[in-house]
């Protein structure tokens, strides 16, 4: 049976046999605060529900899943496994359950300063994962590199590989040139002007420069 939890921003449905729910409470709303903090803007009530099985989680995603799908967001709603079961139906360890609730509501707030366009993939993606990290540097692979072919792919080329790429790309964006800049590139775009003459604008630099550089950023500070 279902029950509904009230946390003012946001609506949760679980299970009544749940009993995680007093640590997903703590974490949905610190999860929501570090968000709100960074995008410093303010959303929508949205609905967060959670699932207990990957067979659920898949009819709801209308399609089967890989096991590192965790969660998604629909419209106004989002979907994520349990904490309880989170270790069981998803590849990642329980600790990852925080990491997955950063990630998801993030995608509330660029929707909110972007509009409803995911375009650019790699942006819409990478930074969710940059806030999933806490704004710490990823343990990239030495060999890993960002190539304009790989930024330009649309979501049916995805691989789990390529949130390392978005990610390693939006790192360098912010940690070289500032969280603001790359904030005014959402709002810019949002506006209809182009992504590449936003380049210009905000970095001085063009879209080849940026990935060049980014790989230079990627080698001076690797692991």
């Given at each position: ?204 630099k063009s879209f080849n420069e ?14």
């Amino acid at each position: 049976m279902e029950e509904h939890l009230d946390l003012r921003f946001c609506e949760v449905t679980y299970s009544k046999k749940d009993k995680s729910l007093k640590k997903e409470k703590e974490l949905i709303i610190k999860a929501f605060n570090y968000n709100k903090s960074f995008f410093n803007i303010k959303i929508g009530r949205f609905k967060i529900k959670f699932i207990y099985s990957r067979k659920v989680f898949d009819k709801i995603w209308g399609n089967k899943t890989e096991k590192f799908v965790s969660g998604f967001i629909k419209d106004d709603l989002m979907v994520l496994f349990s904490y309880s079961i989170f270790d069981k139906e998803t590849k990642w360890k329980k600790e990852s359950f925080y990491e997955c609730l950063l990630h998801e509501i993030s995608h509330l707030f660029y929707e909110e300063m972007r509009g409803d366009s995911y375009d650019p993939l790699w942006l819409s993606e990478g930074l969710p994962t940059f806030i999933q990290c806490h704004g710490k540097r990823f343990k990239y692979k030495k060999n890993l590199k960002i190539k304009r072919s790989l930024l330009e792919e649309g979501t049916k080329n995805m691989k789990l590989e390529s949130y390392s790429v978005y990610l390693l790309f939006v790192e360098y964006l912010i940690k070289v040139y500032g969280k603001k800049s790359l904030l005014e590139l959402i709002t810019d775009l949002k506006g209809g002007k182009k992504l590449n003459k936003l380049f210009k604008k905000i970095y001085k630099k063009s879209f080849n420069e940026l990935i060049e550089d980014g790989n230079k950023y990627h080698k001076v500070t690797g692991n």
